[in-house]
């Protein structure tokens, strides 16, 4: 049976408990994603080519360790499509912050598609780029629908809401898969435990020790809004020439990663 190349899968992880979760794809190599990150939100540990396990993914077996709090970089074979998951079973102030901007500064940078997804209790958000440009915007709540709903391409709202049917439809639109995976530990170990994971071609793994994506003051102007609104200008000075603030700081990681690569 063919897959469908959308975000169900990954949905499937969180049973019949509403998902939870935020994440950011774009076009482009996974190893960009992990410079990005580390150069961005301060020093990480960084595991590349990480163990893929394929194991229950929301199994708490003996031999299944524990759900890790780590940073997963994740690309599928045949797909031109990175994932990164930020969080998974809970979505934190900082993400709805942080993560808008680096979909945005890497949908700049690599003048590619990058779309950033949250959903936490029932309300859900994104937001979708082309090189460096808002294309479209969305937030909702299963019970109230859309509370907020741009677009520059065309698009309109979905009849339906419920069970993040507008992101599961805008990933099948972009022909995003989104795998079903998340990262697990047991004592010093770390590895992604994947649903198939004969589908993964990359796995990186970043433990943030700690550094927070976004300042505190950022987080609480952002928690005084109803959850969801992630917004792409949180964090940028109304200046016109300050409006990407890490832009030229991912230019020359992109120059360093790519060096990095023609030079293996």
Known sequence: MVQARDLSAFLRLFDDEPPSFALVAYRGAPGMATAV????????????????RGSAVGGDGEDEGEPAALIAVVAEHESPWTVVLHSVGYVGADHLVALPDEA??????????????SADAGSAGYELYRGGELLERATWNDEQGYSTFESQRGGSERDEVRDLAPAIALCRELGLHVPACCPRRSGRQSWLAAADPERIAHASLLDMAGNQLVGDEAIREASTDAYPRPTADMLRDDEPEERHPHASRLRGVLLRWVGRVLGE
């Open 37 to 52: 990150i580390a150069d961005t939100y301060g020093p990480a540990a960084v595991v590349e080519d990480a163990t893929v």
């Open 104 to 117: 945005l500064d890497l949908s700049e940078t690599l003048g590619t598609d990058a779309l950033v997804l």
